[in-house]
């Protein structure tokens, strides 16, 4: 899907979602109410209604204008995102395979995907470039990342690499994976 297209989508359904809560007059406090609720039961509230048959009908329209193939998105192969438990992510994972959390490339694991040993990118050689780094697991969400030494130039660096290697996107805390 190009990423206009994506855009798109993502600002219609903002939009809708926006003027559902404005057409129910729900406040503020409400719609956290709402919300966490439909995060916890993951069904869609009957005020975000409005905005999911909007979102249907932008997706049919894209489709039909050739901007969308439904059947990639659906039948797609998206182990590498670890979103589920389903065969084919575990499989992912047992494969020594895993998708970094903050530089979002895929970096292999050593010792047949445990989680355990050392680790390098794809496509690197055996002592190359990223092999021999530590892994970090998140605590809360259980993303990996590789542990990066060393620092930027200057007395801070990139505050924002400093602070992605202390915690995670989610907010939790990395953790480091022992063998």
Not at 41 to 62: D, H, I, N, R, Y
Not at 153 to 165: C, D, T, Y
Request: charged share 25%; aromatic share 6%; net charge positive.
């Amino acid at each position: 899907m190009p990423i206009h297209t994506f855009d798109k989508l993502l600002s219609e359904l903002d939009a809708g979602i926006k003027a559902a809560y404005q057409a129910s007059g729900i406040g503020e406090q409400e719609r956290k109410g709402t919300e966490k609720e439909m995060l916890v039961s993951g069904l869609v509230p009957g005020v975000l209604a409005p905005a999911v048959e909007g979102l249907l009908g932008t997706v049919g329209a894209l489709r039909a204008g050739g901007e969308v193939d439904v059947a990639g998105l659906y039948f797609g192969d998206f182990s590498w995102l670890e979103v589920g438990d389903d065969a084919r992510t575990r499989m992912w994972i047992r494969g020594g395979r895993r998708l970094d959390g903050i530089r979002k490339c895929v970096i292999e694991i050593g010792g047949g995907g445990d989680d355990s040993g050392r680790v390098g990118r794809t496509g690197d050689a055996a002592g190359g470039r990223g092999a021999g780094r530590k892994l970090k697991r998140c605590t809360r969400c259980c993303a990996v990342t590789e542990d990066v030494q060393g620092r930027e130039k200057g007395i801070w660096g990139n505050l924002a690499v400093v602070q992605l290697q202390r915690n995670c996107l989610c907010g939790g805390w990395w953790m480091m994976v022992e063998k």
